[in-house]
C-alpha cells in the first residue's frame, strides 16, 4: 500500500490525468523526463471503442504508466484519440490496476497544449511490497433443484378428439409421473406413466366433458414430491352420430370353443356401450338366447338385422358397424355349422341393397373367424372400412379369455382409438406373434391381421400402407365421448434372462390403474408346446397354462415359476381392472438350460488311477452322462463312475470300451444332484486322462476335490482332480 504521501501524489496525477487533455500528456513525452502514474490495484478496467487514425511514432525512451493505487470505480468507455502518436517497440503503454474495480471515466475532448518546462525527476521513494489478500475459498456449486416440465397439445379441441400432455423430468430421471386432471365438473382423473432415462414422459387423453380441464404432472424422488405447474386446455362440443351395430355370433357343429366365442361377442357388446351405444342401437343375434340377444342366429336373420332393421334407421350420416365372430374356412362364415353358412357375395348383396335404399355408405365391418381375410375382396367398396383378424388362409386364435385380436382391438377402441390405432394396436399382440410363430412351425400360414379401407379389394396388415389407412384414421366405433375407461398399465416386469432347469425364479410385474386392479397373471408357452395339423375350418382353440400373479407393497405382483425342461419359455402378462379393461400386456422371455458341472481341461503330469473326492453343485444339475477329458494323442477315459450321498450309492456308470463317444460314461437312470448338496465321487480311469492339479477347484457349476487318488502303481495324492463334465 502507498504512504499517506504518496496517496496524495497519486491523487493529484489522477485528477492531472483527467483535466489534462490526452494528447498534451503524449506530446510531454518527447522530453526525456517523464510524468509516471503507478496503479497497482487496478482490477477490472474498460477500454472501448479507441480509434487511432495514422498515428505517427514519438521518440520515447520510457513507459507510459497510467496510476491509481486506491481508485475503487472508474470506466474508461468511448474513448476516441484522434492523431495519437504510436510509441516505439521498446516503450510499451502500461496499465496496471490491482485495486481498481469499477470505473467510470469519459476523457474530455483532446485540446493541444504547449509543452510544459521540464523538471528535474525526483528520486523515487522505494515502495513497500504489498501484502497479498488470502484467497478466498471458492462457494460450492448447489446441485440444481429437479423440477418437472408440462406442456400440452393442442389447448382446443372437439369432444371427439384427444389430447397429448408431455413434459421431462430435470435433470433427467426415469419414474413413475402422475398426470393428475381435474374436469371441467371438477372430476379428478389420475393417469400413471413412466418416465424414460432421459426423463421425458408422454401420454395421449381422450377428455369426456367440454370445457376448461386443468393438468399437472408429479412425482416422487428420494422421498421428495415434485410437482409441475398447472396447464389448462379447452373441449368444445362436437356432436358424432355413432349409428348403428349389429352383432353376428355363429357356430360350428361340435360348439366348439362357444364359451370363449360368447364371451368375446359379449366383451365387444360392452364395450359399444362404452362408446355411446344403447341396447336399442345394437341387434345381437346369438344361436344361443340369453338376455340381450334379440335373435338365433340364422341367414334369415342376418337379412333381416341388415335390410330391415338397420334400413329404417342408418343414412348418408348415420353409420353401420357390423361385428361377425364364429368359425370360418375360405369365403365362408358358419352361421349354423356346415348347415348353414354365409359367403362374402352374400353379405355384399345385403350391404349393397342397404346402401342403395339408405344412402348409408359409411359401413365398417369387422370379422373374427379363421379365413376371414378372404371375405376382403368381395365386401370392399367405397367407403366401408373392413377389419379382418387373419388372412384368407389362415387360422385365428381363441383362449378362454377370448379371442385374442378382438379382445386387443376392443379394448383399445374402449381407449378412444381410431379404427386403424385399433387395428395395429391389436395385430402386434404377443399371443397372435407366438402363435403365428407356432402355425409357421408345423407349416401353416400365421395369423396375420388385415385392413381395407379405400375400395380396392386389397386388405394390408400393420402397419397399415399402400393406399389404405387414410380413412380408418379418422373413423371411430361410436363417440369418443364416455372414454376415460382406461386399462391398467404395466410398468415393468421381470428381465428376459436365461436360467438353470429346477431353480425356482420370479416373475414380477409393476401394475398402476386408476381403478382397483382385479387380477394380475401370466400366459405361458413352454418349449414344448405345439399344435398338430388342424382343419381350416375352425378356429382353433388354444388352451395356454396360466401363472397368477400375487399382489405385493408398491403395485407390485409377483409369482414363483420352476422351468422343468430346457427350452424357451414365453410368459405373456396381463392385468384387467375391476371394470373389466385390459393392459396393453407384456412379453418375458426366459430360457431355461440344463446345469453343467464342467471342470474344464486339466494338464500333465497324468497317470490312470482312482480317484476320490466331493463335488457341491451350485445349482441343480441332472446328470445323463460323465465326460473324461483326455491327454492329446492318448485314449484317456474313464472306466467307472459311481456317486455317493450320505455314504450311499446314488448313481453309477460303467465305460462301454473305443466307440466313437468313448470319452462318455452314460448314467442310467438319471440323477439329479441338488444345489449346494455335497456329494462324493468314486472314479477309476485308464489311460492318460487330464488332471486338475488341486485339492480343491471352483469350477463352472460348483466345488470338486480330491480326498486321494491312488494312482496304477500305489502312490497316493491329494492333488490330482479329475478333469471330467457332467452333462
Known sequence: MLTDSKFLTGVIILLLFITTPISGMLEKTSTSNITVSNADIVQ??????????????PSLQFPVIFDADITQQVALASVNISKLPTPSSHMPVIFKADLIQQMEFTPPSFVPTPTPTPTPTPTPTPTPTPTPSPTPTPTPTPTPARIITIAV??????????????????????????????????????????????????????????????????????GEKIKSETVSFTVKQYHIEVGYAILIVGRNDDWLSQEYIDLTANMTYE??????????????????????????????????????????????????????????????????????????????????????????????????????????????????????????????????????????????????????????????????????????RVGLPPQIPLLDDNGDGIGHPAPVCCGDGSLSSSTYIGTQFGALDFPPTIL??????????????????????????????????????????????????????????????????????????????????????????IAMPREIIIVATEGKFDTGPGTYPSIMGIHRGTIIPSYNITVRRVYTYSCPGTGGHSEEVAFYENGKLIAKGTWNGYHSDYHYITISPPITLLKGHKYNYTIKTGSYPQIIHKQIANVTGGIITCSEFIDVNGRKYTDWIPAIRLE
Request: charged share 25%.
Open 271 to 440: 364395450t359399444l356401450l362404452k362408446r355411446g351405444f344403447t341396447d336399442e342401437r345394437i341387434f345381437y343375434l346369438n344361436p344361443r338366447n340369453f338376455e340381450k340377444v334379440d335373435m338365433l342366429t340364422s341367414k334369415e336373420n342376418v337379412s333381416y338385422a341388415i335390410n330391415t332393421w338397420a334400413e329404417e334407421k342408418v343414412g348418408t350420416d348415420v353409420p353401420l358397424f357390423i361385428y361377425m365372430i364364429d368359425h370360418g374356412k375360405e369365403d365362408t362364415f358358419l352361421l349354423k355349422g356346415l348347415s348353414e353358412t354365409l359367403n362374402s357375395s352374400e353379405l355384399d348383396s345385403y350391404l349393397d341393397e342397404l346402401t342403395a335404399d339408405t344412402g348409408c355408405h359409411k359401413i365398417t365391418i369387422v370379422i373374427e373367424s379363421c379365413s376371414s381375410g378372404s371375405f376382403i375382396r368381395n365386401l370392399s367398396a367405397p367407403g366401408r372400412i373392413i377389419v379382418t383378424s387373419t388372412s384368407e388362409k389362415a387360422n385365428a386364435l381363441i383362449e378362454k379369455t377370448g379371442a385374442t385380436f378382438s379382445k386387443y382391438f376392443f379394448n383399445a377402441i374402449a381407449k378412444g382409438e381410431s379404427i386403424k390405432e385399433a387395428f395395429e394396436e391389436a395385430s402386434n399382440a404377443p399371443e397372435i406373434k407366438s402363435y403365428s410363430d407356432m402355425l409357421e
Open 44 to 57: 477490472q478496467m474498460a477500454l472501448i471503442h479507441i480509434g487511432i487514425p495514422k498515428p505517427p511514432t
Open 492 to 581: 415393468d416386469s421381470t428381465d428376459n434372462q436365461t436360467v438353470i432347469v429346477g431353480e425356482e425364479i420370479e416373475i414380477w410385474a409393476i401394475v398402476v390403474d386408476d381403478f382397483e386392479v382385479k387380477r394380475v397373471y401370466a400366459t405361458i408357452i413352454d418349449p414344448d408346446f405345439a399344435i398338430d395339423r388342424i382343419r381350416n375350418d375352425t378356429m382353433y382353440e388354444i388352451n395356454l397354462t396360466t401363472l397368477e400373479l400375487k399382489e405385493e407393497a408398491g403395485n407390485k405382483y409377483t409369482a414363483s415359476f420352476i422351468p422343468k425342461k430346457e427350452g424357451r419359455y414365453v410368459f405373456i402378462i396381463h392385468a384387467i381392472d375391476e371394470e373389466g379393461n
Open 153 to 222: 397439445t393442442p389447448d382446443t379441441l372437439n369432444i371427439s378428439e384427444s389430447v397429448t400432455i408431455s413434459g421431462a423430468i430435470i435433470p433427467a430421471y426415469s419414474t413413475i409421473v402422475t398426470i393428475t386432471f381435474k374436469s371441467p365438473l371438477g372430476k379428478i382423473i389420475e393417469q400413471p406413466v413412466m418416465s424414460t432415462i432421459s426423463g421425458s414422459y408422454s401420454l395421449t387423453f381422450p377428455p369426456n366433458e367440454v370445457g376448461e380441464w386443468n393438468v399437472n404432472a408429479s412425482c416422487v424422488i428420494e
